[in-house]
């Protein structure tokens, strides 16, 4: 595809937001090392924003990063079954998320996808909607009392009003934890296991001890504990009432799932580990996108002054059904450009189980395929302004010339999010009702430094001023 196909018409104001600064050469052993453990979007040298396929033979072995489309096709749908998920990504993510479905493999991978698929159809997460509203009004209600110029930290609001909505959607029996210390868990959580130690990246076993590597007993205990009331309180009510209707909410899917072949149920284990998967990656990534178009809006203010002349004209009379999400489309565009520039999920990596050939080179078995939203969409030869917020790129029209697999902030192929639709559609009621009441500056003097600790997110929080509108 040429680069006219794929552009849209120059933004008339430009603006270059936070990223950490790119090294003009690779990264050597101990340099990326250090990287994986303070910020690994600071590994990725310019050479990773310039070429196709960027091949290392480092210490996590042969280690082959595309960028380019016909490339990530490839093995995320064509030679899908060639590829698994790598040894490193499930030693950082499984002592919490355990075999739940982001984790999980083959027939286990599989029978939970055809389980837990029900809950997030278009036509069911549309009834998710009012549930969406009311909690973006519960969010706007909390910050009407607050004085003009009150400063907030807006990551730690995404985090909370998003678990809210989990809350009140697949969740809709509660958490049966306080949400606000169920957000700051989970954030400190993430934060935690988001520092990847060099002994995970070099392999070592478990009992080498990760020295400087913060605890997480105390969060995993906490998690576990919600999750067994939780369970808990759900199959005492379906013993009392066994002829009452089962709620098909997330817990009640885990619980009835019946593998087709075999007729057995999900184990304890991957009960617990699904709850808890869709705790944090149902709520963590959303939030992260959410601040950063708050953010980027408060940097370029001629076209935040027309998302909410759009806001104001298409929510005069509130939301009415799903044809109002659609006319939202600045504020869709912002968002989809927000996780264009920090696509929560920054890094996707699959181990080769066989040898294949991958944009004219060899893989072996074993080897690890790398494609990071986070270069893929600041990539030079696939975007125009690739560093710039041009959130016209995303407006009906220009839309539509952007290739598949150069946007994949959401994953593709079979493994692709189960909640995308949940999420653009969370995405856009909660930033639309912000804006149509609110709106948010960054605090002077405080510098913005994106950080990817299993989401990428700004570091040290997004401190913003509210003001009324
Ligand atoms: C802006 C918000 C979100 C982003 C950017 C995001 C991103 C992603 C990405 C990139 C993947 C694929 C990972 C891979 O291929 O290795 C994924 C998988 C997943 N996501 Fe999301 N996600 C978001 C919201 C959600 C929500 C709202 C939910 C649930 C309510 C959710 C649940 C999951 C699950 C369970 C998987 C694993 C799917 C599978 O392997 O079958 N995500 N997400």
Redesign the pocket.
Known sequence: MSLTEVTPSPAPVSFRPAAPRRPDKPVGPIGFLLGMWTNPLSTWSRQSFELPVVRADGVMGKVTVISDPAAIRHVFVDNVANYR?DAL?LRVLSPGLGN???TAEGDE?RAQ?RALAPL?TPRVVETFEPAMIECAEWLTARWAPLREGRRLDVSAEMSRVTLEV?QRT?FPAGLKRDPSDFATAMSRYFDRIGQVHPFDVLGLPKWAPRVGKRDTTRELRFFAEATADLVAERRATLDDRPDAPRPRDLLGLLLTARDPQTGEGLTEAEINANIL??IG???E??A??LTWALYLLSQRPEWRARVEAEVDDVLAEGFRGPETIDRLVAVRATFEEA?RLY???AT??REAIGPDEVAGHAIRAGETIVVS?WVLQRHRTLWERPDDFVPERFMPGARDTIDRFTY????AG???????G??MR??VILLASMLRRFRFDLAPGHEVEPVQRITVRPRGGMPMILRHR
Do not use: D, N, Y
């Open positions: 998920k990504q739940g479905l982001l991978w996808r997030f989990l697949i998967t869709f990656a149902g709520h990534t959303t992260a996108g996780l696509p929560p999920a996707l990596s939203p994949l902030p959401f994953g079979p493994r692709v999010c189960i909640g995308m949940f999420a969370e995405g």
